[in-house]
């Protein structure tokens, strides 16, 4: 940005507090507690020098105990084969589904119904209709206290 001289800023700027860049070019800055001898030990240089191939086996170990992880936490579930809940879908379970299947057409998901027949024509209503009917493919888990999980098809629930 140029300033002209008849500039109103002229009279604020003194000649002392403009900073020459170029003189500050010649003084060179302190050096903080860095010696020149110092060199990493050659045991640290040596781990530096890896191989691609085991930087890919490293990968490849990482990913398979990670798989292994989630192998043990689905196993830990106990999903029971003997149903101890009612075969009734609560409401919340309700809410739930609907938000989330209104969620989904607002999105632009499938419309698994014949949307002519319906009044209303609004993703809820939609929703509702694809519920009663039993079309949403959809499954209930039931988490009980004592950590079995039961698995519930939606076609399988009582709507009330």
Request: hydrophobic share 35%; charged share 45%.
């Amino acid at each position: 940005m140029n300033i002209k001289e008849d500039s109103v800023f002229e009279n604020d700027i003194e000649e002392e507090d403009i900073l020459d860049i170029d003189e500050d070019d010649d003084e060179e800055l302190p050096e903080e507690d860095i010696e020149d001898d110092e060199e990493l030990p050659e045991e640290d240089i040596d781990d530096l020098d890896l191989d691609k191939d085991d930087i890919l086996d490293d990968l490849d170990d990482l990913i398979n105990n990670i798989e292994d992880e989630d192998e043990e936490i689905v196993t830990e579930e106990k999903i029971s084969e003997k149903r101890t809940t009612f075969n009734i879908l609560t409401k919340y379970e309700k809410n739930f589904i609907l938000g989330f299947r209104t969620q989904q057409i607002i999105n632009g998901s499938v419309i698994l119904i014949d949307v002519n027949k319906l009044k209303e024509k609004s993703a809820y209503n939609i929703a509702l209709e694809e519920l009663n009917q039993k079309k949403i493919p959809f499954k209930v888990k039931r988490t009980l206290p004592n950590g079995t999980v039961e698995i519930w098809d939606l076609d399988e629930l009582i709507i009330l």
